[in-house]
Nanobody
Framework: QVQLVESGGGLVQAGGSLRLSCAAS????????MAWFRHVPGKEREFVAGISYRGGNTYYTDSVKGRFTISRDNTKNTVYLQMNSLKPDDTAVYYCAADRVGSFLEYDYWGQGTQVTVSS
């Protein structure tokens, strides 16, 4: 029932910033821990960041720690990924996902993805 729609992707130069949004409909994200993943063709899908139900806990993969910030606004039913100091290796399709259990191991819903391209 829950639909997740990512937006905010695009082309940015290395060192620049971008903010991704994931808007949910059909359900309230307050019932879900939320996460961002990214995928590059030919490579493994990678967990990027996660946030607990009310935002009290956040988690990041080492490669983005200190550069990316995940946040949520449950009143707007939206989760965000602020990406700063972007690198070409950050180029990927970024997906948001909802985890009802809150384990960050299995996800109930996925968005369609938004392309982020970081140029040199």
């Amino acid at each position: 029932q829950v639909q997740l729609v990512e937006s905010g992707g695009g082309l940015v130069q290395a060192g620049g910033s971008l903010r991704l949004s994931c808007a949910a409909s059909g359900g309230t994200i307050s019932s879900y821990a939320m996460a961002w993943f990214r995928h590059v063709p030919g490579k493994e899908r990678e967990f990027v960041a996660g946030i607990s139900y009310r935002g009290g806990n956040t988690y990041y993969t080492d490669s983005v720690k200190g550069r990316f910030t995940i946040s949520r606004d449950n009143t707007k039913n939206t989760v965000y990924l602020q990406m700063n100091s972007l690198k070409p290796d950050d180029t990927a399709v970024y997906y948001c996902a909802a985890d009802r259990v809150g384990s960050f191991l299995e996800y109930d819903y996925w968005g369609q993805g938004t392309q982020v391209t970081v140029s040199s």
